[in-house]
């Protein structure tokens, strides 16, 4: 009888250790993998159109992280739609999708640029004109809000300095 108790306690006593043990170790993991992921953006502008005509924002997104971070969303309060769109070939149309995300692989780069990916900007609550900055809120799979300012320029602006050239920064799906 004292035989069936003994290892019954040494059970509970290696569990309780187990779970302390397990404790301490994914504590410290787990906050490091939220904090980890972090996301630079840098040439952040607008494809201003006439008329309150929906514009097109592009920039450039750097995850520093070593996990993928995907943006999730987008707002501003200066426009009252806005969606994260994909642009591509269809039958050979140009068509623009909704995207409910777009990855930024670890320590990689996605680059949101006319034709591909592109925040749809719909709505404008005010006039918006080029030479403008417009803030925008982004936000990740990692909890993350970044406000950019997106600089407003010209339909004929050549966009962002480092171009659309880039195919290797678009990933092959959604
Ligand atoms: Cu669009």
Known sequence: MNQARFPQTLTRRACVAL????????????????HD??????????????????AGGY???????????ALIG??????????????????GTMRMLPVSKAEIPAHGDLVFAPGGYHIMLMQP????????????????SDGTRLEVPFAVRKPG??????????????PSRP
């Open 19 to 34: 779970l302390l043990g397990a404790a301490l170790a994914a504590s410290p993991a787990a906050f490091a993998a939220a």
């Open 37 to 54: 992921a972090q996301v630079r953006v840098s040439d952040a502008w607008i494809r201003w159109l006439p008329a309150g005509l929906p």
């Open 59 to 69: 920039m450039r997104l750097h995850n520093d992280g070593a996990h993928m971070v």
């Open 74 to 91: 987008a707002s501003s309060a200066d426009y009252g739609q806005v969606m994260l769109h994909r642009s591509e070939m269809q039958d």
């Open 125 to 140: 609550r005010k006039p918006v004109s080029p030479g403008q900055q417009v803030p925008i809120t982004l936000k990740f």
């Open 157 to 170: 602006a050549s966009g962002a300095p480092h171009g659309d050239m880039k195919g290797m920064d678009m």
